[in-house]
């Protein structure tokens, strides 16, 4: 049984973005040399979040205005008089920043339609996401 | 410590709909061996979701309606134009498609109240679910 | 590569509330000994959430308005028929009960703004957590 560790940087362009990190993943499983395991994508950020769907152009854009409309964003939130960010903290608690994968033959076992995305609510910043790995 | 892989598949029946797949991951999990470690069980499905609650039929159809809720089903999304099932991506998305679980004992460590839903978002359809487990 | 189980109690006081619970899960960290791998912290119950976000009292204020935001509280729940708790089901299915965390150098992994909360969505009630640790 195998322990891997690894990082990747992403840096966002917009507020509000989906990033498609499926070959930064893909390239640590790779460099795991674990062919049969449990991936853990995890993002140490509070205003960002992972998840896994298509990646289909119209559909990021579904996804993007889903976002917005999930909580409201021009309310008087309280922490927005420290740091003008509060629906971004909300989103990202409510849509989780971490995604567990299944690896098998060496690659991540991701469906035929899915890709994992990173979810940026406060960009355009540099976020750094952690991977661990187990398995054989 | 060992690892298992193993799937299951279901056979949806309506457009929305919760199905109680914890006897399918219990006897993957009693077929494993395992007895202490954690299970991730794992959609490879854009328009699913895996939630874990109470099994009560009257619970059930109140997370089916809240579901219908979470999201408006017949806006002018995007993605329409491709596949008319854009709202079940974004639930998906947002509900998440995979679920971690604990071990102990040979058994998963669910609460007296708890069952795993697979949640069909675009059914009827066939999906099939996967299983990894990691434990001694 | 070793595996270690553990449990802590949290006294909730109030109906809806977030529970810092990241010291209980450093604490169980540290006793397990592993260095470098990964823990599932995971919650038993159907009325109860845990996510990661920043440990801030204004931010908590504004989650738990968010929270109250994400379904109507007082609507005809079918369930509610059985036990006036529909909503808190409803909610702790939609935010998850469980997160994955990375451990590194003996310690979760979490980034600079992270705290662990437990959501308490039908209190007041004592809970007992699960977590679950792999790793060297």
Redesign the interface.
Known sequence: ?K?F?GTFGVRTEAHIELVNVTPDVSRLVVKSGVR???A?V?????TTAL????N?S??L???KG?IK???PWNKA???N??DDN?PS??V?????????????RGKI??????SIFLVELDGPRSREI?V?I???
Chains 1, 2, 3 share one sequence.
Do not use: C
């Not at 998840?51 to 298509?54: G, K, L, M």
């Open positions: 049984m322990l560790s049969e395991g449990i853990l995890y993002s140490p950020h509070t998840i896994i769907n298509e289909e119209r559909l854009s579904d996804l889903a409309d999930l909580v939130y309280e922490h008089l420290i509060a903290h909300v990202g608690a409510f849509l989780g920043g971490s995604v567990g994968l299944p690896i098998a076992e991701l469906g035929t339609w899915q952690e661990k187990v398995g054989e």
